[in-house]
């Protein structure tokens, strides 16, 4: 886990550092850090391949962690510089415990579950300020315990660009 963590700091720091030279008074980003609030949050890493992005959403909540990977599809507008749509597919892996305690012993439900998910947003770079701001709406499906259909993921996302 200790690996892992390093791994990623390491990975953020070449990619910020090879960013770094991108102009803050662009209306374009190629990578961008922060935050998505939604029932818990989570941390969010989006990076442009061209026109299209990658992002990865680690959600942290009171019952467990869910890790969501999707591929966003961008169009501009072509009346509101900075503000892009996008749409796509995605997976995750969630981790949940939806145990209680009662009279000092624990009852628990702990589960792991996997899902294909799809998103549907606005991505809005603010032109001068290194600020990002987002909203989308991403379904998922569950497969095993809990299968379903979820339509209360998403969430307004908070970054830092580079």
């Known amino acids: ?5 390093l791994a990623v700091i390491f990975l953020l720091s070449v990619v910020t550092i090879q960013a770094q030279s991108k102009s803050a008074n662009s209306s374009n980003y190629t990578t961008a850090l922060g935050v998505k609030i939604w029932d818990g949050g989570g941390i969010s890493l989006k990076h442009f391949f061209n ?11 009171g019952h467990g962690f869910r890790l969501t990977g999707l591929y966003e599809i961008h169009g501009d507008f072509s009346d509101a510089p900075g503000l892009k749509w996008y749409i796509g597919p995605g997976a995750h892996i969630g981790f949940y415990d939806e145990g209680y305690y009662k009279h000092g012993y624990y009852y628990g439900d702990s589960h792991t579950s996997i899902g294909i998910d799809g998103v549907l947003g606005l991505d809005y770079k603010f032109k001068g300020a290194p600020i990002n701001l987002s909203i989308d709406w991403q379904p998922a499906f569950e497969f095993g315990d809990g299968a379903g259909f979820y339509g209360s993921w998403g969430g307004l996302g908070i970054r830092y660009t580079f």
């Open 51 to 61: 026109k299209n992005a990658g992002e990865l959403i680690a959600y942290f909540s």
């Open 1 to 5: 886990m200790r690996k892992a963590v």
